[in-house]
């Protein structure tokens, strides 16, 4: 068995999984919290309680990931996950639907309900960066790497909604051809996000920090034609509750598992506890620069 930490939990899969971060093995008479093996994946329960973009919640919970001519993943009790990978499917390929779709049914299984975030370590604390598909997180996130900060995670973030506690999760982020040509970066060990022409993995071991931090501030990234710069605003506590609502990793898993006040407690919970903002970006990153500085700002004490 291969064994990893991902967002607070330790994790033993039968193949390796070289986008995770890896631990020892647990000890003597002891268990991973999450279990990854191959083989058929069984349908869900009947009647569903979910069918919606390619992901089945049966009426016990168990949950399966229908990827056609890529992979299907079963997924039960926030804890076992099974993979039945179609024909010459590469390994990244598997990992781009394990560690996010998978990754954010398991975290609603849990009753944990994640963030749909960047996240970086400024100095003694976290900045976790939500935003819609193609708001900039990650191309944002990797340009404070590149000055000196470190990555907590990409797309999927585990936080404790009454301490802000953050949880690292995984040292890669997914960039365009147009990100990594921008921020200069090269290909090596790079690889393709499940055939989608023009996406990559890239790996960040080595400014990966596998340390929890409280997070410092939830910054709301939006990019918007009209803006000419770019504009950082605090969102008061009902607002920035609704935000955090909204930016809940794939939420519907949650309604279906345990019903909308859970989603709204956690972000009534965490607004309460850190500050959040919304950063209004120009949709060319002409504004790159001037945006890290304020973002900067956000963990300065």
């Known amino acids: 068995m291969h064994h990893y930490r991902i967002s607070g939990w330790t994790l033993s899969a039968e193949m390796p999984l070289p986008h995770l971060f890896p631990c020892s093995a647990p000890e003597a008479g002891a268990v991973a919290d999450i279990t990854v093996r191959k083989g058929p994946v069984q349908a869900p329960t009947l009647p569903l309680r979910l069918n919606r973009d390619g992901i089945q919640v049966g009426a016990d919970g168990r949950t399966v990931i229908d990827i056609p001519d890529y992979v299907r993943i079963g997924l039960a009790d926030g804890r076992d996950i099974m993979i039945d990978p179609g024909p010459g499917v590469s390994g990244p390929e598997i990992q781009t639907w394990l560690l996010g779709p998978g990754l954010g049914v398991i975290c609603h299984q849990r009753g944990v309900v994640p963030l749909h975030a960047c996240t970086i370590r400024t100095g003694n604390g976290g900045l976790a960066i939500v ?8 191309t944002t996130a990797t340009a404070l790497v590149q000055r000196g900060h470190r990555l907590l995670g ?75 710069r770019p504009v950082l605003t605090r969102w008061p506590r009902p607002h920035a509750a609704a935000v955090l609502d909204a930016m809940t990793y794939r939420a519907y898993l949650a309604d279906a598992l345990h019903g909308r006040r859970h989603v709204l407690s956690m972000a009534a919970r965490l607004a309460a506890r850190v500050p959040v903002w919304e950063l209004v970006r120009t949709t060319d990153f002409k504004d790159l620069d001037e945006m890290l500085d304020m973002l900067e700002g956000l963990a300065s004490p």
């Open 154 to 228: 990409d797309d999927v973030l585990v936080v404790d909604p009454d301490t802000g506690m953050a949880q690292p999760c995984f040292p890669m982020v997914k960039l365009w051809d147009s990100s990594r040509s921008a921020l200069e970066i090269g290909q090596e060990g790079q690889q393709p996000v499940a055939r989608r022409a023009g996406k990559w993995h890239v790996p960040m071991l080595a400014a990966f920090d596998p340390v929890p931090c409280p997070l410092s501030a939830i910054v709301h990234l939006r990019a918007d034609p009209a803006a000419q």
């Open 131 to 138: 935003g819609n598909s193609g708001a900039g997180k990650s």
